[in-house]
């Protein structure tokens, strides 16, 4: 089962896969589709307020922060790793519980990327919000660090996420029923 939709004026076919017996989701892979991920960064920051840095979780939305940030013309952006690295200093975790990932996580700052953000206006990416808990892990990690969070993003609304109104986001995506309707 599919479902179609077009995202930054690009077509395409969201597989819908099993959460539990009463509830599937469109699952929106923005790795290794380069359109999607050009057209939604470029969507985006038109949408986009004024910011100095861009965060991501370790996670699908790597390849949009970082098309966001070349296309805003910044020369780096801050991804929060799944776990904390030999290079990492002074590191600051958080715990995140997402839909699509069947345990808990960790995300991780470390000194480096502190120093990037501290004191600056850090623009929270994604690729689909649908629960908001990597949302609110990320923004967890942010209030240790001392900056201001400039605004949160994604390419995709999921559910009620796309009811909130602290989210920018370019398109609602529904949740589905175990027949492929929408919810």
């Given at each position: 089962m599919f479902y179609?939709?077009?995202?930054?004026?690009c077509k395409r076919q969201l597989p819908l896969c099993k959460i539990n017996d009463e509830l599937y989701i469109g699952a929106f892979i923005m790795f290794s589709d380069v359109e999607i991920t050009r057209?939604?960064?470029a969507a985006l920051l038109e949408k986009a307020?004024?910011?100095?840095?861009i965060i991501t979780a370790e996670s699908k939305g790597i390849p949009?922060?970082?098309?966001?940030?070349?296309q805003a013309g910044i020369n780096d952006y801050i991804v929060a790793r799944k776990?904390?690295?030999?290079y990492?200093?002074?590191?600051?975790?958080?715990?995140?519980d997402s839909i699509t990932t069947d345990h808990i996580q960790t995300l991780c700052l470390g000194q480096t990327?502190?120093?990037k953000m501290k004191g600056k206006k850090v623009l929270i990416i994604d690729d689909v919000i649908s629960t908001g808990e990597s949302l609110l892990s990320i923004e967890t990690l942010l209030k240790q660090v001392g900056c201001e969070i400039a605004g949160r993003m994604a390419v995709l609304?999921?559910?009620?996420?796309a009811d909130r109104d602290d989210i920018i986001f370019l398109e609602k995506l529904p949740l589905f029923n175990a027949d492929g309707t929408v919810k």
């Open positions: 179609e939709m077009t995202i930054a004026g057209a939604s960064a307020p004024e910011f100095d840095v949009l922060a970082y098309e966001m940030a070349r776990g904390p690295k030999l990492m200093q002074n590191v600051i975790t958080t715990e995140v990327e502190i120093d609304a999921e559910g009620e996420a």
